[in-house]
Antibody, heavy 119, light 110 residues
């Protein structure tokens, strides 16, 4: 069974960098069968796609976040990671990692992790 | 790029049928597949429809999806409503190296 688990700090200070990692089990990122995505959801609001990465390291980002976001992959650890720079309170959200992206639906999601941006 | 617009909320009684629309702002709705996700409070989203009208295993056939090129929209239809269907529903599609979500629709079954 495919499982995804987000990990990282739950509190980040304004202007700093938010970093999260998603550990995948039950599937191999390096198989190349899927893209792997980050999606976030501010409290009480809708879903926002942030970007996705392929096992080769090729990545694609939301135009609205492109200047601040990067997604990388570590196939040896079967993990992919998110970095979001210069965060503000508006970046407070539940961050989900998910399998899918490009033309594929998001078929497996992590449980989500709440990241709060506050001093 | 394009946007997907959904009604903010819909409500219907148990046993009835409800339809949630998702209108694409530019480009043909038929150009790229549309998926639908259900999100119950405190939970991660789950897929109820993918590739416009396909149901994942385990999703009841009360859920169906369609697209209408004349209105440039996709629709999620839920028949025989149950209280457990009360949730937020999101449509999603994609473009050239981007993914777009609709704003979500809160379904109340009362």
């Amino acid at each position: 069974q495919v499982q995804l688990q987000e990990s990282g700090p739950g509190l980040v200070k304004p202007s700093e960098t938010l970093s999260l990692t998603c550990t995948v089990s039950g599937a191999s990122i390096s198989s190349g069968d899927y893209y792997w995505s980050w999606i976030r959801q501010p409290p009480g609001k809708g879903l926002e796609w942030m970007g996705y990465v392929y096992y080769t390291g090729s990545s694609y980002y939301s135009p609205s976040l492109k200047s601040r976001v990067s997604i990388s992959v570590d196939t040896s650890k079967n993990q992919f990671s998110l970095k979001l720079t210069s965060v503000t309170a508006a970046d407070t959200a539940v961050y989900y990692c998910a399998r899918g992206g490009s033309v594929d639906p998001f078929d497996y999601w992590g449980q989500g992790t709440l990241v709060t941006v506050s001093s | 790029n394009f946007m997907l617009t959904q009604p903010h909320s819909v409500s219907e009684s148990p046993g009835k049928t409800v339809t949630i629309s998702c209108t694409r702002s530019s480009g043909s709705i038929a150009r790229n597949y549309v998926q639908w996700y259900q999100q119950r409070p405190g939970s991660s989203p789950t897929t109820v429809i993918y590739d416009d009208n396909q149901r994942p295993s385990g999703v009841p056939d009360r859920f169906s999806g369609s697209i209408d090129s004349s209105s440039n929209s996709a629709s999620l239809n839920i028949s025989g409503l149950k209280t457990e269907d009360e949730a937020d529903y999101y449509c999603q599609s994609y473009g050239d190296s981007i993914v777009v979500f609709g704003g979500g629709t809160k379904l109340t079954v009362l």
